[in-house]
């Protein structure tokens, strides 16, 4: 049987009205007053409860997506009173609904951003160092059909950034961006360089390919499974190199006067006054609209979305063979087939979008994506049943007004504001722009601008510093099952600590050490969960609502696994933790379908079904 999912605000019998919840680029709903959090230690509450009542710090970063929490990380590091507020949960606009790629930008030697490839391909390779428990190395296959075609139009594609008349990117213009790509990012020869092979071997390694291919041209870049727990790790990293440092999720800026910026706990209602000497405002594509709710108007902002599907489809896997498809569309998008575990991501589109309104994948996006399968894949059928999950997000471009979306800039700026508030300077650095790949790049020079307008000196640098679980990560399969014997203990059988391993990494160790100091369970709707792990979860990483723990601390939604079952029980063990009642905790499971539903359209089904 189906869960009947809510798609249209309403009281549940005995409950208040409901309050606007904004959760991705989604607007629901939840009950109002109905979230105590007394019983959660270091709840997001408790970290409110902090902001409240020492309403002060060096610096206040508004946006919780990876290049807000880099910054925080970056400071923290500094020894500077950072906090950073984000109204949603940490990760879940843009950074949250990326490819899942960590890479060089191959593309944009085309439109002549020569200086981000390089810096994307340096922090590319710098990442799968740094967390190589989340970035790993990704073989990307480019199928071609044609040997000389796009020769002539490449130049024009350079000089006006426009599309003009779709013609094929062929095997000689392929060849020479990947030997321009080659150059960058070798990384002193440890990442392969590219390779080339005719017709009969493409088909020999991928044998459902389109039959009229001519070439597969194959390079190496990086992927990230798990954007939004790397988030989480850069996040803790930040809050446990110092102590002073504060950061809660659920809270947004709505406004701002001579006091400082008034922030909105968004699970309570409640507003207080904070203040600051630098605000940095990170929140991406709403950038603009964060200026203005601080009282400053502007208009660098002019975000795309970029929508996925997930597909649990063991052909289409197979088809794959490892390797990431990416490639050019018949209408000039370069557009990827990507092989995760055991599911399979397609995307992704670019389409200029409202931000104030809701982003979500849509029908024609769908029809899209089967459009392209079907362009590789001509003899693999793919039908909306097949789809476990799907994601849409609004990319934080800067404004472009007539040049297509597929030629904004990636690179980023930050734009730098200062006034005088009650006797004093207060400064203001709008980050427009950015990407996944250069996070770490972005947020050390955010974080410096930063310090000068503190008048504090740099004192150490993120450059090589490891990240949260990728610190003694281990380097190979057999160190990897060695790691994982080594954690073998009572209750923690090898396929427990391999699911540890991968959501944790090596910080796995101290959340083994958690569960055993205290009553523990696996779920019976799912073997990837317990309930002391989410004890955990709830100490350590700031669960707002029930639908975080299915979407952003584990990837049970992404995999398309969640059922009535599971979202009973996680409420179930939950409810004490948030001092949620029965109410708040029926109210939690009707959001996180609404969420499913609305945002991603999932439908949840029983276990039984």
């Known amino acids: 049987m189906r869960l009947t999912v809510i798609c249209s605000p309403r009281t549940l019998e005995g409950q208040q009205p409901f309050q606007t919840l904004t959760l991705r680029s989604s607007t629901l709903s939840i009950p109002a007053g109905r979230t105590s959090h007394e019983g959660a230690a270091e709840s997001t509450r408790t970290v409110v409860q902090e902001l409240r009542d020492n309403p002060r710090a060096s610096v206040l970063i508004i946006g919780g997506g990876i290049n807000g929490v880099g910054t925080f990380r970056d400071l923290a590091l500094q020894g500077v009173d950072v906090a950073l507020v984000e109204r949603g949960d940490y990760c879940q606009g843009a950074s949250g609904a990326s490819s899942h790629m960590i890479h060089g930008g191959i593309r944009y030697l085309e439109n002549g951003e020569f200086r981000l490839v390089r810096e994307s391909v340096i922090e590319r390779n710098a990442l799968m160092k740094i967390a190589p428990h989340y970035v790993k190395p990704l073989q990307t296959t480019i199928p071609i059909y044609s040997t000389f075609s796009g020769i002539l139009s490449a130049p024009l594609r350079f000089l006006t950034h426009k599309q003009g008349k779709q013609v094929e990117r062929g095997a000689v213009l392929i060849k020479a961006g990947l030997t321009m790509y080659d150059f960058f990012s070798r990384d002193g020869g440890n990442v392969p360089r590219h390779s080339f092979v005719g017709r009969k071997k493409a088909l020999a390694s991928m044998p459902d390919l389109r039959k009229d291919v001519k070439y597969a041209a194959t390079y190496f870049d990086a992927s990230v499974h798990n954007p939004e727990r790397l988030t989480l790790d850069v996040l803790r990293d930040g809050q446990l190199a110092n102590p002073a440092v504060r950061a809660a999720n659920y809270v947004s800026a709505i406004g701002a006067g001579e006091d400082g910026v008034e922030l909105r706990d968004e699970l309570t209602g409640e507003t207080f006054t904070f203040r600051a000497d630098v605000v940095v405002n990170a929140s991406g594509a709403w950038t603009d609209e964060t200026n203005a709710a601080l009282g400053t108007e502007s208009r660098f902002m002019g975000g795309t979305k970029g929508s996925h599907i997930v597909l649990d489809h063991p052909e289409l896997l197979k088809a794959c063979n490892g390797t990431e498809i990416f490639f050019e569309h018949v209408d000039g998008r370069i557009v990827l087939i990507y092989p995760m575990g055991d599911r399979v991501l397609v995307g992704t589109t670019d389409i200029d979008v409202d931000v104030t309104e809701q982003a979500v994948c849509t029908d024609e996006e769908i ?223 009707e959001l996180a379908g609404k969420v499913l539903a609305e945002a991603h359209r999932v439908h949840v089904t029983s276990l039984t079904s």
Do not use: N
């Open 367 to 589: 029809d899209y994506f089967f459009e392209l399968i079907g362009h590789v894949f001509p003899d693999i059928t793919v039908a909306k049943e097949d789809i476990v999950y799907s994601f849409s997000g609004v990319r934080p471009l800067p404004r472009h007004d007539e040049t297509q979306p597929g030629f904004v800039s990636r690179d980023y700026r930050i734009e730098k504001r200062e006034e005088k508030t009650d006797g004093r300077t207060v400064t203001t650095l709008s980050l427009v722009g950015g990407k996944w790949t250069t996070f770490r790049a972005l947020s050390e020079h955010l974080a410096d601008d930063t310090l000068a307008a503190l008048g504090r000196p740099r004192r150490t640098s993120t450059a090589g510093l490891a990240i949260g679980g990728g610190k003694d990560f281990p380097t190979d399969e057999a160190a990897e099952r060695a790691w994982v014997r080594g954690m073998v203990r009572p209750g923690f059988d090898e396929a427990r600590v391999r699911v540890l391993l991968t959501r944790y990494g090596t910080r796995a160790s101290d959340v083994i050490d958690y569960l055993t100091e205290g009553p523990d369970r696996v779920f019976t709707s799912t073997a990837e969960l317990s309930t002391r792990e989410l004890a955990y979860m709830v100490e350590h990483e700031q669960i707002g609502h029930l639908i975080d723990v299915l979407i952003r601390r584990t990837s049970l939604a992404f995999r398309g696994l969640v059922t009535e079952e599971l979202l009973a029980e996680l409420s179930e063990a939950l409810a004490p933790l948030l001092g949620w009642d029965a109410a708040q905790s029926a109210a939690e499971i």
